[in-house]
């Protein structure tokens, strides 16, 4: 099965915080995320102060298949704000809708 990981799942595994052995199976390969989890990890406040804390974390990222937004996942989301009287769509929107389509 597979899987489109979540910015929080990354912070939280990144950072020790689950001991869920079955997303350390998941992310202990190479795994799946969208270019806004990529954006929003790597932008990540906590990152700012500490600069080696970053490098790791680029290197950890750099093991994912990143998905870029496409025109088709563009459409979508602009569907599903339309449709659904949305005031913006979530990123997490965007990461779903991501999945939809690529799988």
Known sequence: ???LIDTNIIIYYFN???DDESIHAILADSFKISIITKIEFLGWGQFATNP????KAREFISHATVFNLTEAIAEQ???LRRTRHLLRVEPTSENGLTHILHY
Do not use: C, K, R
Request: net charge negative; hydrophobic share 45%; no cysteine.
């Open 1 to 3: 099965m597979a899987y």
């Open 77 to 79: 989301a602009i569907l």
């Open 16 to 18: 020790g915080l689950t």
């Open 52 to 55: 080696e804390s970053h490098t």
